[in-house]
């Protein structure tokens, strides 16, 4: 069984970075493909990014893409979630989920694991 924990979410201005981190354990990591969600209040959960577990490719959601940034660490068995230019709009819980195979990776509901989340907010 994994376990994901998130951390590094927080309150920052509009404009400002913040970096996620994801910490996998109970697994073999580099077997699972790796995506970042998001959940703002009275919203669904939508896919932000994820990257693949055999080439290291990403895919992003077009609210995010130029802005957002997703990596892995295998070694470390870490994914990071690299946030620029900020916005109101992405203030939401950001959860990490893991997945075996590499499609659908938009699809919340392919993924096996999930994180308990962290919240990011961003004030205007």
Known sequence: QVQLVESGGGLVQAGGSLRLSCAASGGTFGTYS???????LGKEREF??????????TVYADSVKGRFTISRDN?????????SSL????????????????LYLANRNRYDYWGQGTQVTVSS
Request: overall charge positive; glycine content about 10%; proline content about 2%.
């Open 34 to 40: 790796m995506g970042w969600f998001r959940q703002a």
């Open 75 to 83: 070694a470390e068995n870490t994914v990071f979630l690299q946030m």
């Open 87 to 102: 916005k109101p709009e992405d203030t939401a819980v950001y959860y990490c989920a893991g997945k075996s195979g590499t």
């Open 48 to 57: 932000v990014a994820a990257i693949r577990r055999s080439d290291g490719s």
